[in-house]
T-cell receptor, first 111, second 118 residues
């Protein structure tokens, strides 16, 4: 079945630093989604990508849909303490298939 | 963004009892909803896909008689954990697919339900 490799698994950064995480797929995706999950909460959608090469920003967050359609990255600029959480990438290769999730990147921000 | 609610947010029950969890899309219609299970420090594990007006599709290894899913309307899906046992204790999260935007569909998650079976 489809697999997503998400890296890094965890990150410890200083407040104010930029962060980058990525996901790669064993197959082509038509949709890439990035979510953030806080402890005890459901994932919250951050950015949705629908076209190869698409670059989309949401405040300090920027995500890109790789041109090969097998990868995506998420950047967070000037990190702040509330950026702490687990970030998941998710992809889908057709409208009727369930999302495939990465294993998450656990972000810790040191003030 | 779209809002998905779940009820209850947490439940404690005795072993052998059944627990029903509701998932509602509050401001959009969802022909498809999904049920996930998440263990501590793990990713989301898809349990089943819930389609409005038809039977749910269960992932391999998920007992359909154990986890009953009903999707009776475009805004409500329910998951019933029947004869719950301590190993069923977990964080259950639903999501709903918003197809109002055509091909650019996306999926929104509920806040989750923490189940503890004693």
């Amino acid at each position: 079945g489809q697999q997503l490799n998400q890296s890094p698994q965890s990150m410890f950064i200083q407040e104010g630093e930029d962060v980058s995480m990525n996901c790669t797929s064993s197959s082509i995706f038509n949709t890439w989604l990035w979510y953030k999950q806080d402890p005890g909460e459901g994932p919250v959608l951050l950015i949705a990508l629908y076209k190869a090469g698409e670059l989309t920003s949401n405040g300090r967050l920027t995500a890109q849909f790789g041109i090969t359609r097998k990868d995506s990255f998420l950047n967070i600029s000037a990190s702040i303490p509330s950026d702490v959480g687990i970030y998941f990438c998710a992809g889908r290769n057709s409208g009727n298939t369930p999302l495939v999730f990465g294993k998450g990147t656990r972000l810790s921000v040191i003030a | 963004g779209a809002v998905v609610s779940q009820h209850p947010s947490r439940v404690i029950c005795k072993s052998g009892t059944s627990v029903k969890i509701e998932c509602r899309s509050l401001d959009f219609q969802a022909t498809t909803m999904f049920w996930y299970r998440q263990f501590p420090k793990q990713s989301l594990m898809l349990m089943a896909t819930s389609n409005e007006g038809s039977k749910a599709t269960y992932e391999q290894g998920v007992e359909k008689d154990k986890f009953l899913i009903n999707h009776a309307s475009l805004t409500l899906s329910t998951l019933t954990v029947t004869s719950a046992h301590p190993e069923d204790s977990s964080f259950y999260i639903c999501s709903a697919r918003d197809r109002a935007t055509g091909d650019q569909e996306t999926q929104y998650f509920g806040p989750g339900t923490r189940l503890l079976v004693l």
